[in-house]
């Protein structure tokens, strides 16, 4: 799952406005989807600032910390990573107290809408094949997909039960797939 998050609204005086200018969209999709790849389209077109747990993961792996450690073991193993150390690495200290724990579920609670990148299987399994990474062979990729199916797909579920989720088909080629989502970035409904 990605996140993009539009914080770049000012007031005409140049401070910063409250947190009810701040849009944030949730980005789903299986594993090969090309989630990351349209989430880094976004930022630049439109301004968000893409939290990419992935990455954030990886480069936690790099550090060699102890929790990088623990990570690249779950991900060996062809396992989901802890919530709470996702969540630690990825907001440290936060929430740290009753306003920011206030503020982090008005954000939540505010997200615009979800972008869903639907893609076949067989597809997403070519591409992740093609791109050659360490965790990358056909056993833990299929393993990523039951996961994916078993953890994700009831998440997207309750946001289309919210009527919140913008599907876009994610097989066609990557400029082809941008240009569904900058539709539903610029569309009167979803229009941050």
């Not at 954000?107 to 597809?123: N, Q």
């Not at 050659?132 to 299929?142: A, F, H, L, M």
């Not at 997909?145 to 797909?153: A, G, H, I, Q, T």
Request: charged residues 30%; contains cysteine; neutral net charge.
């Amino acid at each position: 799952m990605g996140t993009v998050v539009d914080a770049a609204s000012k007031e005409a005086n140049g401070s910063s406005q409250t947190n009810k200018n701040i849009k944030v969209v949730f980005v789903l999709g299986g594993p090969g989807s090309c989630k990351s790849t349209q989430c880094a389209k976004i930022a630049l077109h439109f301004g968000y600032t893409h939290l990419g747990t992935g990455d954030l993961l990886r480069a936690e792996i790099k550090s060699d910390s102890e929790n990088g450690a623990m990570i690249w073991y779950k991900i060996k193993e062809e396992e989901i990573v802890p919530l709470e150390l996702t969540i630690n690495i990825t907001i440290d200290g936060f929430p740290h107290n009753e306003e920011s724990h206030a503020a982090f579920d008005f954000v939540i609670g505010m997200a615009k809408f979800v972008l869903f990148f639907d893609c076949s299987k067989e597809e997403r399994e070519k591409r992740l094949l093609n791109r050659n990474q360490i965790y990358d062979n056909i056993e833990t990729i299929r393993k990523r997909f039951k996961v994916y199916k078993e953890s994700s797909l009831p998440v997207l579920e309750y946001y289309n039960s919210k009527g919140k989720v913008r599907k876009i088909d994610a097989a066609k080629p990557i400029e082809e797939v941008f240009e569904e989502v900058k539709k539903v970035f610029t569309s009167r409904s979803d229009k941050p």
